[in-house]
């Protein structure tokens, strides 16, 4: 039986603005640039307009990438570079929303959400409006320059928005934090640094671990996430690393991490976020063509883009 759309975004009619951000120096791994290029070789915006929506994709971001390897000591490695780009990206991802679009980034690897996030917070910074968040990773991405025990940027994002780390990232867009922990949560976590773990602690982000989600079951858990972030007064974004899958599922990233969510899992996520309303922008990276098979890793993530905007079974 044919899917049908549960939902329409909120504030956007039923239009969706596509960025590819083709970013992969802040990881360690060749491949994950071309993310987005293997998300659209699924035929996103085809499957994406099937559900009723206009799509206008704007193509790939021109990156300018680095001349030369980072040290390996460098404690953040191509800052100047990802701070360019997260600039670029902020204003693209404000510019859909003034179009009245609901932004769909792709990555590229997750060092991107620095500049979706600082682009979709600005826009509603301006009107006094504070964003919430669910982050999907199997990561906790809260490592700052003192912390971090590789100097990969994709480390770091969370901190990042949360105001902890290199100024030149902190304050994209002018200011600084993006996020308010209150209205963030972070889900599918099962590989967290000893200096994440302090700062977890000392903000009091709300992570839903992997235990957690094994004890209580993902609709409960993302029953109270999803409350978390729609206290924001703006709604919330949604990040995606692929690698919050088990990669028995979504083989194609470079920081598997075994025992995370199920296929079943992540359509359940996804259709819950759908359901409860308030998303307001979108993005999905660490799809990392190098090491997926047959795209299948690229194909779960146009499928899990389709939930989130609203397909079901029925």
Not at 4 to 31: C, H, K, M, Y
Not at 221 to 233: D, H, M, R, S, V
Not at 255 to 277: C, D, K, N, P, Q
């Amino acid at each position: 039986m044919q899917a049908t759309l549960a939902t329409s975004l909120p504030g956007t009619g039923r239009r969706v603005g596509i960025i590819g951000v083709p970013l992969g120096f802040g990881s360690s791994l060749a491949g994950v640039d071309l993310g987005p290029a293997a998300l659209r070789v699924a035929c996103l915006d085809k499957r994406i307009a099937q559900l009723g929506f206009e799509v206008r994709d704007l193509g790939d971001m021109r990156i300018e990438r680095p001349r030369t390897p980072a040290a390996a000591n460098d404690k953040i490695k191509y800052l100047p570079q990802i701070a360019k780009a997260s600039e670029e990206l902020a204003a693209e991802v404000h510019s859909i929303l003034e179009e009245g679009e609901f932004p769909l980034v792709l990555g590229g690897d997750h060092s991107i959400a620095i500049g979706t996030i600082s682009g979709v917070a600005n826009f509603y910074h301006s009107q006094n409006q504070a964003i919430g968040c669910l982050w999907f990773d199997a990561h906790a991405d809260m490592n700052t320059p003192e912390t971090t025990p590789s100097g990969n940027i994709h480390g770091m994002p969370l901190a990042t928005l949360l105001g902890y780390g290199a100024p030149q990232l902190t304050h994209i867009a002018g200011f600084a934090p993006k996020l308010d922990p209150r209205f963030c949560a972070h889900i599918g976590a099962r590989d967290v640094d000893v200096g994440e773990r302090e700062m977890i602690r000392k903000l009091g982000l709300r992570f839903f671990t992997m235990r957690e989600i094994d004890e209580r079951g993902m609709s409960a858990c993302l029953t109270e996430a999803i409350a978390i972030a729609k206290k924001a007064p703006a709604g919330y974004h949604v990040t995606l690393d692929v690698d919050v899958l088990d990669p028995g599922d979504a083989p194609g990233s470079g920081t598997v991490v075994r025992g995370g969510i199920s296929y079943r899992e992540s359509h359940l996520a996804m259709e819950r976020v759908a359901e409860a309303g308030g998303m307001i922008s979108l993005e999905v990276v660490e799809i990392n063509t190098a090491l997926d098979s047959h795209n299948r890793t690229a194909d779960l993530g146009v499928e899990l883009i389709l939930s989130a905007l609203g397909k079901t079974i029925l």
